[in-house]
């Protein structure tokens, strides 16, 4: 099955179409539409907002043509803090077609796939060029030091060359000792892969490896070297170039924090109020997934506000200021926060936590795990962008992976369930879940392969398939992700399987593969249009897939495939495809005026630098 995407009319959020980024309430901002003269004489092109939820048109102008296309424009006025607005156009038979972020289609369209213009604050400018690096402390690496700390008596000891146990309750209380100053000796090699970004799961103490049953969010676990250590950690990570955040759990504490034991049994104490209970007594509670350990906070409380996300004093603020520096945060389970039963305090709670990231430190990122359809809580108002599996993750494991057999649950299991793809359903299902997004916070939104809550990708990837996984994570709108020991070609069959520890002895056998990553995530960073330029879908088919990421500076042709390449592309699809340079792969690109054909043997990723759009 075909699908040709190459003569569409197209439009996004970038720069290319929008005229500003970052628009005021009340501002008149131009955006532009690129229609195919392919479509023959237009008798109309108009812009469709919807301010207030009321219908509005703004009338276009043809003002530019380039070979095989022309450009309309309109100016709209910004009149909600998320303006939806799409494209009407009337072809000479009177046909209409409606252009939104879902695609072109020949019917009106829902108000919830339209583009957006975000009038909140502005994210940091250097958001849509981060390359993220995932690192869950226990498993990463051990400085010497960590060799004269005991053991909790919660844990169960491990050497660094242990096998992960899945069994429980060893999967969460297994500890191998990895702690941050073993991160710092480390930081060599996040150079060498060229990554941006150091996304630290939960560094404060608590009764698991993993650390989201938090006991005490004010200090950080003296087994990972305590507060002194992510100061040095932060510091040298500043030093090399390297942002740093940090994870919180908005959602829940652990059953052994002091707010939550200060208020079991004792309904009259101050923090009776931070959760939910079931009974007067203060013995029955709300927990994450019914797990006795994880209790469930209430975002009622006026108090619990104070002490953890609002103002100087709060939680949220004093990682972030000297002399910790954390460059933002990570907010575990941010779908299920705030919300229980009749409460729905979500967008209130995530505004407070931005307005108070804002007022200690503006250049700071607010990243939110959602795991599923995720976008009616990213509307630009507070949360940059989701670590979410719908849009990317999930329809890449459908595309390149072979079913898998149920195992574990979760998250691994809905991962391990994944029906098999082809490039349509990829494609269909990858447009669908980022539509939702307005243009900015699509930026923002993390490109994962896996991460601690799933399996690694290698487990059951289809073979050869790692460039091409690796190239569209890259080069697909968003922030790449690599969760540690993925450019060590490490495997795992759940999320507890993939935290296994790295294998730093083994780093010259995996050379290939870490380089792999070094260059594909050099060639994110080295291309404009592959941070800030638009995004355009070409080709479409069972097991090729092609798109153009474009700005006013280059246009880069990008093909991912999972088999043998043979397509051909109209002429006009990238202006200057005749002279366009090689810039990662080795198929095969012929272009004339009859069309750019693409061949070459698959498994195959390919990009190829051509002119500005």
Not at 186 to 195: A, C, I, K, N, T
Not at 203 to 211: D, E, G, K, L, T
Not at 397 to 414: K, V
Not at 478 to 492: K, M, Q, R, S, Y
């Amino acid at each position: 099955m075909t699908m040709d995407t190459a003569l569409e009319p197209h439009h996004d959020g970038s720069p290319l179409y929008v005229s500003t980024q970052h628009p005021r309430l009340g501002e008149s901002v131009t955006v532009r539409l690129r229609v195919p003269q392919a479509l023959g004489e237009l008798h109309g092109v108009r812009v469709r907002s919807n301010p207030d939820r009321e219908p509005r048109f703004a009338v276009a102008e043809r003002v530019a043509t380039t070979p095989g296309w022309d450009w309309w424009q309109a100016e709209i006025e910004v009149a909600n803090r998320v303006h939806g607005y799409r494209w009407l156009l009337r072809l000479a038979d009177g046909t209409d077609i409606w252009v939104n972020a879902r695609g072109v289609f020949n019917t009106e369209t829902l108000d919830s796939e339209d583009f957006r213009l975000v009038a909140y604050d502005a994210p940091p400018e250097w958001v849509p060029s981060t390359v993220l690096y995932q690192i869950f402390p226990d498993r990463f690496a051990r400085s010497d030091a960590a060799a004269q700390r005991v053991a909790p008596d919660w844990a169960v000891p491990a050497e660094w060359g242990d096998d992960v146990r899945l069994d429980p309750p060893a999967r969460s209380t297994q500890f191998y000792g990895g702690d941050l100053d073993g991160i710092i000796d480390r930081l060599d090699h996040l150079e060498r892969l060229g990554v941006t970004m150091i996304y630290l799961t939960p560094v404060f103490p608590a009764r698991s490896n993993h650390r989201y049953d938090s006991a005490n969010f004010d200090v950080v676990d003296p087994l990972l070297g305590g507060d002194e250590a992510l100061v040095r950690l932060v510091s040298a990570a500043h030093a090399r170039g390297f942002t740093v955040i940090g994870d919180l759990t908005t959602n829940h504490s652990g059953d052994a924090h002091e707010w939550f034991l200060a208020a079991h049994r004792h309904p009259e104490a101050p923090e009776s109020d931070f959760y939910y209970w079931l009974d007067d007594e203060h013995e029955r509670y709300e927990s994450w997934l019914g797990v006795p350990s994880l209790p469930k906070f209430n975002w009622n409380s006026t108090e619990l506000r104070r002490r953890f996300i609002e103002g100087d004093d709060s939680v949220v603020a004093k990682w972030l200021k000297a002399p910790y520096n954390l460059d933002g945060w990570r907010i575990d389970v941010a779908n299920m926060t705030g919300r229980f039963r009749d409460d729905d305090l979500n967008k209130e709670v995530r505004q407070i936590i931005r307005r108070t990231m804002t007022e200690v430190n503006p250049d700071t990122i607010l990243l939110a795990e959602s795991t599923n359809d995720a976008a009616s809580d990213f509307t630009g108002d507070a949360w940059h962008g989701a670590m979410t599996y719908a849009n990317f993750t999930r329809p890449l494991w459908g595309w390149l992976s072979e079913p898998l057999s149920d195992a574990g649950g979760g998250l691994g299991m809905a991962m391990q369930t994944i029906p098999r793809y082809n490039g349509w359903q990829f494609y269909a299902a990858h447009r669908q879940f980022s539509a939702g997004f307005p243009w900015r916070t699509r930026l923002g939104n993390m490109n994962a392969l896996d991460t601690h809550d799933t399996p690694r990708f290698l487990t059951r990837a289809l073979p050869g398939t790692l460039p091409v996984a690796v190239g569209m994570s890259v080069t697909l709108p968003g922030i790449p992700v690599v969760w540690a020991g993925d450019e060590f070609g490490l495997t795992g069959i759940d999320g507890e399987d993939s935290r296994t520890p790295i294998p730093w002895g083994a780093a010259d056998a995996a050379s290939d593969t870490i380089d792999l990553y070094a260059r594909l995530i050099a060639l994110r960073r080295s291309h404009s249009a592959l941070n800030t330029g638009g995004m355009r879908w070409v080709h479409v088919s069972d097991d090729v897939l092609a798109y153009v990421r474009e700005d006013e500076s280059e246009s880069l042709l990008i093909v991912a495939a999972r088999a043998d390449v043979d397509i051909t592309l109209p002429a006009e699809t990238v202006n200057g495809a005749d002279a366009a340079a090689r810039s990662f792969g080795d198929l095969d690109l012929h272009a004339d005026e009859t069309g750019i054909r693409i061949s070459g043997t698959g498994p195959a990723f390919a990009v190829w630098q051509a002119a500005g759009a």
